[in-house]
């Protein structure tokens, strides 16, 4: 298997099962700075990553960079810090901050700036989404002296939606929920209407509760019908994760999460990975914090590596305990995961880790005892992909990370996916009136 470098390694092993995590990407920094990968996107075949960092084995890269498999590429010194990034009209869109905030664009050639750019005040952008022809972007606008927590980019203007006091709402992560957009944050009044909630969905014109616990949220996926929001956890709350349906909601209440103190939840190539923080520890005066990572199979949660540690510092005071693990990215054929942490102990010295290879295979099937479903393996599999049960002469199509079909036919003994590169697909069986789709990785 091909691993990426970027930097110095070392090895962790998984919690449970027998595999390893590899941590590169090692970054270098004064003492007055951050290093964290917020965000990692694919754009034209190379990874971007954008966050907070200078340095990188001895290359400026400050905020946001080109990986392309070998060599990591500058492609601007004039941002602070990236917070999200993504893909809207062909074009890498970059929320950034510093010295003030805004939304760039790269084509691949050049940085452009939109008209949502040196933002006054303390304007944040904490999340982009594109959706029907728009692009969305939460955080805080600062705007004729009025604050927003949603701004909506049509390729040519911007407008602004949502006015609110900034001490108390701000939008820090976006998904799309039957057509209408959720923020996912803290939220207080808006419009001039009292919510005091989490989450709260956008119709286009008019913003609705969307009733979820009352804690500050982090993240948020949709799940079916359903959404589970990340959490920076209240002493009151049983977890830092939530389901909700707009109506009601409940708590992910695993025994895994009895100590953690926030949450992140995160979806990638249809795999669902929870990231949480538990309690505090302290050196002194020094706070740090200790992220785990699961993958989430059916209701069961696999523990994806060993604790990874917060930074034990003095001087970096400001780190949010849900940082510390940001993200999963699939690229070439391998699950990274991206953040700011310690790979071995919290006081460990420098340089700080911000990527990491999953080495190994996901567990991704999902058996049931419900006959009208099936899976697949083996998962990773490299010649033959199996189905369980009897399922013979079923239509089926395989899809790749990007959505295009690259092989049907009609189910048999075995399917023969030797000929498919390396990397993540998903197997589609068409079974009378009803489509199942179940992801899988084809390895070398």
Known sequence: ?????????????????????????????????????????????????????YLINGVAVKAICKY????????????????????????????????????????????????????????AIHSLKAHNGNLYATGSFEVNNQYYILAKYDGANWTYHGTSSFIKSTGVSIAVYYNDILLSGGFDTINNTYFASSILRFDGTNFHSFNSAYSLG????????????????????????????????????????TNAIAGRVFSTNGLEFYSSVDNRITSGQVPTSSAFLYLKVGQNFTPLCDSLFGVAQPWITITLPENLIRGVVFYNGQWILYGGFKSTSAFATYPQNMLAVIVGSLNVTEETSDKSTFFVY???????????GEIKNTPFLIYNAQGSIVLKGFTGSKINVSTLQKGFYIFELQQENNVTQKPFIKSN
């Open 378 to 388: 083996p998962n990773p599999v490299q010649n033959f992909l199996m189905l369980s």
């Open 68 to 123: 392309d498999g070998t060599t990591t590429i500058p492609i601007t010194t004039s941002i602070g810090s990236v917070y999200d990034m993504e893909i809207f009209k062909n074009k890498l869109y970059i929320a950034y901050r510093g010295p003030a905030a805004g939304v760039a664009f790269w084509n691949d050639t050049i940085l452009q700036y939109t008209s949502l750019s040196g933002l006054t005040g303390n304007s």
């Open 218 to 257: 982090t993240s948020l996926i949709v799940d079916g019908n359903s959404v589970v929001e990340g959490l920076r956890k209240r002493s009151t709350d049983p977890s830092p994760f939530v389901h909700t349906n707009g109506t009601n909601y409940s708590f992910l209440t695993d025994t895994i999460f």
């Open 1 to 53: 298997m091909r691993i990426l470098f970027i930097a110095s390694f070392v090895f962790l092993q998984f919690s449970v099962v027998a595999q390893i995590l590899t941590s590169f990407g090692n970054n270098q920094h004064d003492s007055a700075d951050i290093t964290t990968v917020y965000d990692a996107e694919i754009y034209n075949g190379n990874l971007y990553l954008g966050g907070e960092f």
